[in-house]
């Protein structure tokens, strides 16, 4: 007997191909679990929603990550009726569709707001890792290559801690706030598969980079990656990055997903400026989505449910001051 979570799964993938990472069940069981609620909706005209609720007093707000599925505008007028019913104070989407998706989002009230996940990203088309490599930019194979020379090893495994620290380096050096290995351990755990590939200083035994990749419906994503900033010279970031990429290759994955890029056309004074020049060398295309769009359907909850929100910003900004 097919389970609940595999039926929800495969009507997904009926809706949409590859299906949504983050409309999946096990991604709805990693959010419950990091105190979400979450409502699984099957939608009038067939389409889906993994709803995540948050409440705040008496109001509740419904975020839908990477949906409604399929990503058109009959399925976010089923969930606006679903919401409605349901007593949402505020709905927030942010759909894998595109960008003309946000002609009929505005039409419906909805209004453009910060993004969660990345509005933009590159993903790769796999192909044996030989062919693979020659794909990439010269200076991404010199790097690959030279780390290689130079005695890194990559290790594939399931180290929330490692990426913890990796993170918290960035975190640092960047200022920016990142999941901490609470939230890595749960992806690890609840993820039908998600591994950590961490790049070595061999001799050394030195952790010198991490990325965090998960796999679902034939897609690769790099969720999350971080690296110490120690031994530039090793390469350890290119070949925690080249293991990551090439191993979903072999698998059998179809694409991989490099998980947020700057937008088209921002010039170096774009805080990603650099991160998207390090991608744009593994090739892929650019592919942009039509970001989040938030509707209010009670302007007294959704006010609440925004102070509470600049509430909680403010106390990351001070721990972030104070550490």
Same mark, same amino acid.
């Given at each position: 007997?097919?389970?609940?979570?595999?039926?929800?799964?495969?009507?997904?993938?009926?809706?949409?191909?590859?299906?949504?990472?983050?409309?999946?069940?096990?991604?709805?069981?990693?959010?419950?679990?990091?105190?979400?609620?979450?409502?699984?909706?099957?939608?009038?005209?067939?389409?889906?929603a993994?709803?995540?609720?948050?409440?705040?007093?008496?109001?509740?707000e419904?975020?839908?990550?990477r949906?409604?599925?399929?990503a058109?505008?009959?399925a976010?007028?089923?969930?606006?009726e679903?919401?409605r019913d349901?007593?949402?104070?505020?709905?927030?989407?942010?759909?894998?569709?595109?960008?003309?998706?946000?002609?009929?989002?505005?039409?419906?009230r909805f209004?453009?707001?910060?993004?969660?996940?990345?509005?933009?990203?590159?993903?790769?088309?796999?192909r044996?890792?030989?062919e693979?490599?020659?794909?990439?930019?010269?200076?991404?194979?010199?790097?690959?290559?030279?780390?290689?020379?130079?005695?890194?090893?990559?290790?594939e495994?399931?180290?929330?801690?490692?990426?913890g620290r990796?993170?918290?380096?960035?975190?640092?050096?960047?200022?920016?706030? #990142?999941?901490?290995? +609470?939230?890595? $351990?749960? &992806?690890?755990? @609840?993820?039908?598969?998600? *591994?950590t !590939? =961490?790049?070595y200083?061999?001799?050394a035994?030195e952790?010198?980079?991490?990325v965090?990749?998960?796999?679902?419906a034939?897609?690769?994503?790099?969720?999350?990656?971080?690296?110490?900033?120690?031994?530039?010279?090793?390469?350890g970031?290119?070949?925690?990055w080249?293991?990551?990429?090439?191993s979903?290759?072999?698998?059998?994955?179809?694409?991989?997903?490099?998980?947020?890029?700057?937008?088209?056309?921002?010039?170096?004074?774009?805080?990603?400026?650099?991160?998207?020049?390090?991608?744009?060398?593994?090739?892929?295309?650019?592919?942009?989505?039509?970001?989040?769009?938030? #509707?209010?359907?009670? +302007?007294?909850? $959704?006010? &609440?449910?925004? @102070?509470?929100?600049?509430? *909680?910003a !403010? =106390?990351?900004?001070l721990?972030?001051?104070?550490?």
């Amino acid at each position: 007997m097919m389970s609940e979570a595999s039926r929800w799964d495969g009507e997904l993938e009926e809706r949409s191909s590859p299906a949504p990472l983050l409309q999946s069940w096990a991604w709805g069981e990693v959010q419950a679990r990091a105190g979400w609620s979450v409502e699984r909706v099957r939608l009038k005209g067939g389409a889906m929603a993994s709803v995540q609720v948050r409440s705040v007093g008496p109001a509740r707000e419904a975020y839908i990550p990477r949906g409604p599925v399929p990503a058109t505008g009959e399925a976010v007028d089923a969930l606006v009726e679903w919401a409605r019913d349901a007593r949402m104070a505020r709905l927030l989407v942010e759909p894998e569709g595109p960008t003309a998706l946000e002609e009929a989002l505005s039409e419906r009230r909805f209004a453009a707001t910060a993004p969660t996940q990345p509005q933009h990203t590159r993903i790769i088309e796999l192909r044996p890792p030989g062919e693979l490599l020659k794909s990439f930019r010269h200076g991404r194979r010199y790097n690959i290559r030279a780390g290689l020379r130079r005695g890194v090893v990559v290790k594939e495994g399931k180290d929330a801690a490692e990426l913890g620290r990796q993170s918290a380096a960035v975190e640092r050096r960047e200022s920016i706030h #990142l999941p901490d290995r +609470g939230y890595y $351990a749960l &992806l690890l755990e @609840l993820l039908p598969w998600c *591994r950590t !590939y =961490v790049a070595y200083q061999e001799a050394a035994d030195e952790a010198l980079a991490t990325v965090l990749v998960a796999r679902h419906a034939g897609r690769a994503y790099s969720l999350f990656a971080g690296r110490s900033g120690a031994h530039p010279e090793l390469m350890g970031n290119d070949l925690a990055w080249w293991s990551a990429i090439s191993s979903a290759a072999e698998a059998g994955c179809r694409d991989f997903d490099l998980w947020g890029v700057p937008p088209p056309g921002a010039g170096p004074d774009h805080p990603w400026h650099g991160l998207g020049f390090f991608k744009s060398e593994f090739g892929g295309e650019e592919v942009t989505y039509p970001g989040a769009w938030e #509707l209010v359907l009670s +302007g007294a909850g $959704a006010k &609440l449910i925004a @102070l509470e929100k600049k509430s *909680r910003a !403010y =106390v990351r900004g001070l721990k972030r001051n104070i550490s």
